[in-house]
């Protein structure tokens, strides 16, 4: 024990005198909880075990109901573990207003209890818990889709519930292996251990699930030659949106669905899914060099080069990996050269006007096209 462990432990002095021997922490190292309290962990490992048992069914056989109440589990059991690593670093830290804790709310579970989100933070900077962004934001995926399913009945699709539960569960495996598993006593532990060997599997399935998935679609798109209108999908991140097969009456493509998660994509949709500026209103910037209709979106990523977000329009399904926006008019120009300034054809125009006679009147945008 070092001096500054030593010096934690007496910060504990004064912990209250009534509490249980089970939740006292008796605490060893800073990120070193002495005991656990084994039925909190086992209620959140059953909850992951319906989860896995939800999920872990062939992708056909996956119904409503399945992703309804893998939804709901996985959040409970998210809550239930994660406050159980929280009381064992002392009970205080499960109420929501820590300040506001007494035992006897505890005893008689009538407390307000602490939120997800301030239960990471708390494991984080007091428990010195390791939990990275991407966790995080599946955390947050979760959180949302739990809400959504209880105000408004619905989640998002199966195929995407399947992949962002795979993730928490990810997270939730090496959560109890690293900071719950360690505290049990040995009988505890082979207990759960058993528990974890299934969601293990599992996790497993669902991850060859994912992978099955993306592997077809990759085929497919390559098979089709669409590789520069495949775009990323702003609802499951993955690159599966093929644009320019649905056509409306007129001919024209009116919709796209993505096909990893299938979410149905109006391109006027996708135009606000991907705004040029923080503002996100359409203006100039939307202009597609190619069609001239306000139909261009910014940070589009495409199947043949996905690690850079491009322009691409909509309409013409085609990237503009090249253009940026001219310097003064915002119309966006190709700009393969890398040259200081990024002027568009009118623009250039107007500034050698200038140079040679000097500034003039504003120039009227709406009166001619582009040169
Ligand atoms: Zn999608
Ligand atoms: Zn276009
Ligand atoms: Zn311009």
Not at 155 to 169: K, N, W
Request: net charge negative; with cysteine; glycine share 6%.
């Amino acid at each position: 024990m070092t001096p500054d462990d030593e010096l934690q432990d007496n910060t504990l002095a004064d912990r209250p005198t009534g509490m249980s021997a089970q939740m006292r922490p008796r605490r060893k190292s800073r990120s070193a909880p002495a005991q656990l309290d084994f039925p909190l962990v086992r209620n959140g490992l059953d909850y992951l075990a319906s989860v896995v048992d939800h999920l872990g069914k062939n992708e056909s056989m996956v119904t409503e109901q399945d992703v309804k109440y893998a939804v709901l589990h996985l959040h409970a059991a998210v809550e239930v573990l994660l406050k159980a690593r929280l009381l064992s670093e002392h009970w205080s830290l499960v109420f929501s207003e820590p300040h506001q804790a007494t035992r006897k709310a505890l005893d008689e579970a009538t407390l307000s209890s602490v939120s997800i989100d301030h239960a990471v933070t708390r494991l984080q900077n007091i428990a010195l818990v390791r939990i990275s962004d991407k966790e995080k934001l599946a955390l947050k995926h979760l959180k949302e889709d739990r809400n959504q399913l209880q105000h408004f009945g619905m989640t998002a699709p199966a195929p995407v519930i399947e992949t962002r539960a795979g993730e928490v569960l990810d997270f939730l495996i090496h959560f109890v292996d690293h900071e719950l598993l360690p505290h049990l006593s040995d009988r505890e532990k082979i207990e759960a251990r058993l528990v974890l060997r299934r969601l293990r599997g599992g996790l497993a399935s669902i991850k060859v699930f994912v992978r099955k998935r993306t592997n077809r679609i990759r085929g497919e798109v390559t098979t089709a030659g669409a590789e520069n209108r495949t775009i990323g999908c702003p609802e499951c991140g993955y690159t599966a949106l093929v644009l320019g097969e649905a056509a409306g009456p007129d001919g024209e493509p009116v919709s796209a669905t993505c096909r990893f998660c299938t979410t149905l994509w109006e391109q006027k949709e996708l135009l606000y899914c991907f705004p040029a500026d923080d503002r996100g209103e359409l203006s100039e910037l939307n202009t597609c060099p190619q069609c001239r209709e306000w139909t261009l979106g910014w940070g589009v990523r495409v199947f043949s080069n996905p690690d850079k977000g491009v322009p691409f329009c909509f309409a013409c399904s085609v990237a503009f990996p090249s253009f940026v926006p001219c310097d003064r008019c915002s119309r966006p120009i190709d700009h393969a050269d890398d040259s200081d300034q990024a002027l568009c054809g009118r623009c250039w125009d107007n500034a050698v006007e200038e140079d040679r006679y000097g500034l003039e009147e504003p120039m009227d945008y709406d009166d001619e096209e582009q040169g």
